[in-house]
């Protein structure tokens, strides 16, 4: 029996929209620490294969899958392709996300419930399917990507606020239906990360870009392999009695209510 309380070894962890970005940093990290690693998109076969290749390329044991996380039937087959081709799954990640920055009253409400569909309904829909068999196995970890915007509001990102607060409590409310079967339904709630969602708002010269720099305490944006010990620490034996709670992995943010931006 290994007495490392982080060895993912013989576990079998999907994280959702693990092509790139902050999905493949968690992979990665569980991945170095044992873990058989499987990643979906819905975006192309071509993406997904070049994930796999670079996981590979690092030694990771990895596996990629087309399916939209919106679409409940697409979603039931891929488990249980997933779980005949690799392996049960152990540990789920709702990584998968989108953002849509419109201000509350010129935004359409197709791009509103487009935004809930993906960032609330999507974790809802694999997670309820993927936790049918961590119940009839006796346990699992799950890890709900949440956000700053669980917790505060901001211009313009009205649905992906209401989205990631919703996913908080959704993990809360995990938590408490499943703790009893043995699962650990928690959150990670980063702060700003340099990845494709942020790249718009992160160019050098555009405001917001300076405005994090200044309203996070660590003074600069968050690198994704900031989030490896979270994401392990969560899918590890580790946290066997941590439940329900969200894990802000923001540099400060949250802890504080900024400075002027001149001192
Ligand atoms: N970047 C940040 O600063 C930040 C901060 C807090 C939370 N988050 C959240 O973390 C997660 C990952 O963020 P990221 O910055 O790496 O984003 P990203 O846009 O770089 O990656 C998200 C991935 O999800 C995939 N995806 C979107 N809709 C999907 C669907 N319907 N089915 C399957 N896959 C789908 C995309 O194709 C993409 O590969 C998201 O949920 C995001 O909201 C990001
Ligand atoms: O505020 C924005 O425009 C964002 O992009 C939100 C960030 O991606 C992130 O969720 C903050 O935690």
């Known amino acids: 029996m290994s007495i490392n309380l982080f060895d993912l070894t013989g576990k079998t962890a999907l994280i959702t929209g693990g092509v790139h970005g902050l999905g493949m940093a968690m992979a990665k990290g569980l991945g170095h620490a044992g873990a058989k690693i499987v990643v ?11 994930a796999i290749s670079e996981y590979k390329a690092e030694g990771i044991e990895a596996y990629g899958y087309l399916f939209d996380v919106t679409d409940e039937a697409a979603v039931i087959a891929a488990i249980n392709k997933i779980e005949t081709e690799v392996g049960p799954i152990d540990i789920l990640i709702n990584n998968a996300g989108i953002i849509k920055r419109t201000p509350i009253i010129e935004m359409e409400v197709a791009d509103f419930e487009a935004v809930i569909k993906v960032d ?19 346990g699992g970890k799950i890890i709900n990507m949440c956000s700053m915007m669980s917790e505060l509001g901001r211009d313009s990102v009205s649905a992906y606020a209401s989205a990631k607060g919703g996913l908080k409590m959704l993990t809360k409310n995990m938590a408490t ?18 990845t494709s969602q942020t790249a718009p708002i992160r160019v050098n010269g555009h405001p917001f870009n300076e405005f994090i720099m200044g309203r996070t305490p660590a003074g600069r944006w968050g690198d994704p392999d900031d989030l490896q010990g979270a994401a392990i620490f969560l899918s590890s034996k580790a946290s066997d009695f941590v439940n329900g709670h969200i894990v802000y992995v923001d540099g ?11 001192e």
């Open 40 to 50: 979906n998109d819905h975006s192309s076969q071509e993406d997904v294969d070049n």
């Open 252 to 262: 400060g943010i949250l802890a504080t209510i900024g400075k002027p931006s001149n």
């Open 177 to 194: 239906e499943w703790a009893k079967f043995n699962i650990q339904t928690n959150g990670i709630g980063p702060g700003y990360f340099a």
């Open 120 to 138: 609330l309904t999507g974790p809802f829909i694999v997670s309820k399917n993927v936790a049918k068999g961590m119940i009839e196995r006796g």
